[in-house]
């Protein structure tokens, strides 16, 4: 789980820095990063894969400028769904040319504005998508570099995580119409066809089914190669998972052996584009206790946090490990841990074992991705600080919300 998180005297601590004290000075709820987690995640990849691999961080798992600049300063490229978030990279000091932009709806607006600033490569998903962006291209006088996002459709019997990869969802183009996609790819004029891509799903477990993704993907490049058409790099998504309880995970150097041995000699450069499996074990979202309530059936401890901020038990049925950040010798309740939102599904952890009391501390674990980045506004709620750790100090990345930023978009005549 949480590798730099630890009790020191019955106090929780990320690096070397008390969450209690950051609650103290930032208020509640809080995000709280490592960056030293970060590092450590990016190295890891970066070790196991070597040269000849572009590590582009999935943006969508968590934005923040310094998060970005980290991974940039690093040497990660980016893959980002959105215009917004080219803009936030491009914000954050990293290079547009490190830019993959994936995702089935990209605007003409979002196209012209990626191949003004250069980006490395459009990840297609569809022979529409092909035209216009060819057509926007055309129209700059520019040639876009472009991937086709395959549908590599691995069974998803033996692996029941996978969900993007499949055959019966809006991701991607079905394996059996590539070579004709690729094609029509080649024989558009202001399109360079380099690179073929796919993202099978997320927090895989397991890497077989990344590796067999990639097995099927070297059998259409080698299709390809025979009809005259190179591609200069494969690109295999993100998906790797995170422990958030017990979970067996992808050990990254074997992903990484078997790829290198599919892929042989050929010539291809390796593009990776993961997201939680870099963030996620690197935060934690603090909250305040407000009250403990003796429901007829059930207890709920009530929390200053709620699902606008950490959506993902809500959305998923996700689990987020739960623990106080002081440890207190009392006698536990069994309680619901909900927040103060109108509606039923809000909830961070149900059926929690915590000695805890009102008004204590708690650390929801590895709320590093997909929190944050899909925190919102629901109920007025203004979102919470993001503050990043190293060693000993401490860095407030984004403040917290106030009352105006909530209606500062509106406008009352
Ligand atoms: C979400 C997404 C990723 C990142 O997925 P993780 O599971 O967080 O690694 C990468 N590529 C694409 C196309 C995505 O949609």
Known sequence: MMTN???NNNSLFIENVSLSDLAQQFGTPLYVYSQNALTNAF???AQAFGDNTLICYAVKANGNLSILRHFAHLGAGFDIVSGGELARVIQATGSANRVIFSGVGKSIAEIEYALKQ???CFNVESLPELHRINDVSGRLKLKAPISLRINPDVDAKTHPYISTGLKNNKFGIAYKDAMDAYKLAQSLPNLDVVGIDCHIGSQLTDVAPLVEACKRLIVLIDKLTEAGIHLKHIDLGGGVGIR???ESLPELSLYANQVKNIIGNRNLSLILEPGRSLVGNAGVLLTRIEHIKQGEEKNFIITDAAMNDLMRPTLY??????????????EPIVADIVGPICESGDFLGKERNLKVEENDLLAVCSAAAYAMSMASNYNARCRGAEVMVNHDSYTLIR?????QDLWQCELLD
């Not at 049925?317 to 009392?330: D, F, G, K, L």
């Not at 403040?399 to 009352?403: A, D, F, L, Q, Y």
């Open 5 to 7: 998180l630890k009790y």
């Open 43 to 45: 190295n890891n990849y």
């Open 118 to 120: 250069g980006i490395r």
């Open 244 to 246: 958030y309880l017990d």
């Open 317 to 330: 049925q996700a689990y987020h490990h739960i623990v106080p950040v002081v440890e207190r010798n009392i």
């Open 399 to 403: 403040r917290r919300e106030t009352m």
